[in-house]
């Protein structure tokens, strides 16, 4: 495939035309963001890790019945995706309170839930990605009615792999991102990205933090809390 000019970039991600309209290139940077852009740094070969790691997820759950805009590797750092027209809606998936989640409720961090919490928020840097109800995303027309069931649908089932996945590894899916996008028949599928930026995963018995968090709250070995997940989840730590 022939990459041609970038079309978005992000603060992880550029986003590249191809020779397909309907095809992209996604290219993984080591760049890391927290607090709406406030802090900013590098993770090294955080952009390798995470493709890899991602890349592995959506296999892992194309086998099993999700549908998602992965179509195959290219690089260590560039994968090939369907195109797709992103669903303004960050859902966010919760087994243990964490984060935002346990300032809110007034839970105590590693507060195990009763049951999966699913939230959305609106995906507008500007507005700093606020949480919404389905009041919200009715009158902002962000999804009908029967998209938002069947997005909510699939991060449930979505949310049942990835726990049962990763428990028989050691690690806690505490909570996690996810984004959906409809392709050019309509169809719902899951875009962007599963890996240590997106997700909190936590050792399952020490607690120790293997994702972003080590960058947001000055932890330090992020890189090899990354490559911990990369090995864990792949079995084999080599990029």
């Known amino acids: 495939m022939e990459k041609r000019e970038m079309l978005y970039e992000g603060k992880a991600k550029q986003i590249f035309k191809t020779e397909k309209e309907d095809e992209l290139i996604v290219y993984y940077k080591d760049d890391a963001t927290a607090f709406d852009g406030e802090k900013k740094g590098q993770i090294y070969n955080k952009g390798i890790m995470n493709n890899r790691i991602s890349n592995f997820f959506f296999e892992y759950l194309e086998d099993r ?4 805009h992965y179509l195959q590797d290219i690089n260590q750092r560039e994968t090939l995706v369907r195109s797709v027209e992103i669903i ?5 998936m919760r087994n243990i309170a964490a984060g935002s989640l346990s300032r809110r409720l007034g839970l105590e961090e590693g507060t195990s839930l009763p049951e999966p919490v699913l939230e959305f928020y609106y995906k507008d840097d500007d507005l700093g990605d606020p949480l919404i109800n389905e009041s919200h995303i ?3 027309d ?3 009615p029967g998209q938002l069931a069947e997005i909510s649908e699939m991060a449930g089932k979505i949310n049942e792999l990835l726990v049962d996945f990763l428990q028989e590894r050691g690690i806690d899916l505490v909570d996690f991102k996810l984004e959906f996008g409809l392709t050019g028949d309509q169809e719902i599928i899951l875009a962007d990205e599963i890996s240590p930026d997106t997700c909190r995963f936590w050792d399952s018995e020490t607690g120790e933090k293997l994702d972003k968090d080590r960058f947001r709250r000055d932890l330090g070995d992020v890189e090899a809390a990354y ?3 990369l090995r864990r989840i792949t079995g084999n730590e080599e990029m």
């Open 65 to 68: 019945g999700i549908k998602t």
């Open 88 to 92: 303004p809606i960050e859902v966010v």
């Open 138 to 140: 009715k009158i902002l």
């Open 142 to 144: 962000l999804a009908s």
């Open 227 to 229: 490559q911990e997940m």
